[in-house]
């Protein structure tokens, strides 16, 4: 029994072996106070603790969205998140979740009054998005142009674009959109939705070449939280 069980904690994956990897996307993932914070991040610190890994939020590594992506597809035991679960990127990575419902819409400024009843309305604007973001990958799969697109890393660039009318709209999950228009000291009413892209889940995704033992960890880990009702608690701080 002695061996069996010593064989065990020898065999225990360690997820020290995984790379965590997300961006500024409030209120999922974000720095505050010098501090990570946000949803998914209370999820992933719950899940460690579940599985006994010692998981700290500095060992999460914060990089610009496209930075984060293609680390995510290249290198195995790579973790990205949080990552809209869509059509097109279904079979490039594993899936952990799912966090939370999500929806990426063109944002406008109230005040202009714009509508949006199909994709052919498009045609006339510009629309602004952060570079490999589901909001590029989106108008792409719909067939809007590139060379009509302001393509940036920089949030607070395209909100500026946005609010001097270099850029018609913001293509944009809603809710992460009104906390970055909150943070730079800005009235979020002033946002509206005018047109919804797509509807998905936000998960962890995982390089497919990831250890499936680390893989099956983590998934049972973050499955258990959800399932014990502490994910609902997590997800209450941040309404």
């Not at 064989?7 to 997300?22: G, H, I, M, R, Y």
């Not at 946000?38 to 998981?55: F, I, K, W």
């Not at 799912?98 to 498009?122: C, G, Q, W, Y």
Request: with cysteine; charged share 25%; proline share 5%.
């Amino acid at each position: 029994m002695v061996c069996t069980a010593y064989a065990a904690q020898v065999e225990k994956p360690d997820w020290s072996k995984l790379t965590f990897v997300t961006e500024e996307y409030p209120p999922y993932n974000y720095i505050h106070n010098s501090k990570l914070k946000g949803m998914a991040v209370d999820l992933l610190l719950v899940a460690a603790r579940e599985a006994g890994q010692p998981l700290a939020r500095e060992d999460i590594k914060v990089y610009s969205w496209a930075r984060a992506y293609k680390m995510t597809l290249n290198i195995p035991n790579v973790v990205l998140f949080s990552t809209a679960r869509s059509k097109p990127r279904e079979k490039l990575f594993h899936w952990v979740g799912p966090i939370v419902k999500s929806a990426t819409e063109l944002l406008a400024l109230r005040k202009r009054n714009l509508s949006i009843k199909n994709i052919d309305d498009l045609k006339n604007y510009r629309i602004g998005v952060v570079r490999a973001d589901i909001g590029e990958q989106d108008l792409l799969n719909l067939g809007f142009p590139k060379e009509k697109m302001s393509i940036t890393h920089n949030h607070k660039l395209l909100i500026r674009q946005l609010r001097n009318q270099k850029i018609d709209f913001w293509a944009y999950e809603l809710y992460s959109a009104k906390h970055i228009y909150k943070q730079q000291g800005l009235p979020a009413g002033e946002l509206v939705p005018v047109y919804e892209l797509s509807a998905d889940q936000l998960y962890y995704a995982l390089n497919l070449n990831t250890d499936p033992k680390l893989l099956e960890s983590f998934s049972q880990a973050v499955g258990k939280v959800r399932e014990s009702g502490e994910l609902d608690k997590i997800l209450s701080r941040y309404q």
